[in-house]
């Protein structure tokens, strides 16, 4: 029985988490795109200790988010996106900005490696690992420089990029497998 019990629990945590990561089938790779651009500018502001600039990138974002699209799913989910982006714009200092972009940052990630975007603009994960307390937070950025937006200039380039989220080393890994042409290259199995 304790086992049956463990197992039901799991499985509720296992769809609860699942859920967690579904995104409306009605996001288009150009409304992520609306999104990404925004979120960039605060990603570099915060990196640059510049809250008046991460508050411009903020309220651009929810400007783009408006126009997600009427399904009730998407709605909801845009909401979600929209809550931690308000905090940012209406922060009153750099510490709270940075803590909203915090939760902001894996929702729109997996936006975008599960819907994708539609221009060749290259996102890299970067990983502080020493961000909120040793904690470690990921961000989004545009190049392989890293900007830290969690420290700005007290520890800009604390940090490493984790992966390629998007642009064309990633598009081309995606017509691969899409074309049956997955290989392994520089070694064999």
């Known amino acids: 029985m304790k086992k049956i019990i463990q197992t039901l629990s799991l499985m509720g945590v296992l769809a609860t988490s699942t859920s967690l990561f579904a995104h409306s089938e009605?996001?288009?790779?150009?409304?992520?795109?609306?999104?990404?651009?925004?979120?960039?500018?605060?990603?570099?502001?915060?990196?640059a200790d510049d809250l008046k600039a991460a508050q411009t990138g903020a309220t651009a974002f929810l400007e783009a988010i408006k126009q997600a699209p009427k399904a009730e799913d998407a709605q909801a989910e845009a909401a979600d996106l929209s809550a931690p982006v308000t905090k940012i714009a209406q922060?009153?200092?750099?510490?709270?900005?940075?803590?909203?972009?915090?939760?902001?940052?894996?929702?729109?990630?997996?936006m975008v490696k599960h819907v994708g975007v539609s221009n060749e603009q290259?996102?890299?994960?970067?990983?502080?690992?020493?961000?909120?307390?040793?904690?470690?937070?990921?961000?989004?950025?545009?190049?392989?420089?890293?900007?830290?937006?969690?420290?700005?200039?007290?520890?800009?380039?604390?940090?490493?990029?984790?992966?390629?989220?998007?642009?064309?080393?990633?598009?081309?890994?995606?017509?691969?497998?899409?074309?049956?042409?997955?290989?392994?290259?520089?070694?064999?199995?």
């Open 91 to 110: 922060a009153e200092d750099l510490k709270t900005a940075r803590e909203a972009f915090h939760v902001l940052t894996p929702d729109l990630m997996s």
């Open 26 to 47: 009605s996001f288009q790779p150009a409304f992520v795109d609306t999104l990404v651009t925004p979120y960039l500018a605060m990603q570099s502001a915060l990196a």
């Open 122 to 189: 290259a996102l890299y994960v970067a990983h502080c690992p020493m961000a909120f307390s040793g904690k470690g937070a990921d961000w989004m950025q545009s190049d392989k420089t890293i900007a830290n937006p969690y420290y700005g200039s007290k520890m800009l380039r604390c940090g490493s990029v984790k992966s390629q989220l998007a642009g064309e080393k990633v598009h081309d890994k995606h017509q691969e497998k899409a074309s049956g042409k997955d290989q392994h290259s520089g070694h064999q199995h």
